[in-house]
């Protein structure tokens, strides 16, 4: 399986999680922003992004300890 199919299918199953500094002290921002309907409203696409949660990672330093984890698993470290 390719890396990018391997994505896909962990993406799809788990959802995308967004991060960092300054995302993460603006929760309500966010909230009330258009990210979630422009993140769907791809065309023909649109079904499947709706299928796909997001989440805000909140706490400090765990955006980078989750980039690590994926890249151990695809055996880029």
């Known amino acids: 399986m390719s890396h990018s199919r391997s994505f896909e299918s962990q993406t799809r199953r ?3 999680f967004l991060g960092g500094g300054i995302l993460r002290n603006f929760p309500e921002f966010l909230a009330a922003s258009p990210f979630r309907s422009e993140f769907e409203d791809k065309g023909m696409m649109c079904d499947y992004l709706h299928e796909i949660p997001t989440f805000l990672i909140t706490a400090q330093s765990k955006t ?5 984890k994926w890249l151990r698993q695809v055996e880029i470290l």
């Open 14 to 16: 788990v959802g995308v």
């Open 64 to 68: 980078l300890w989750g980039a690590c």
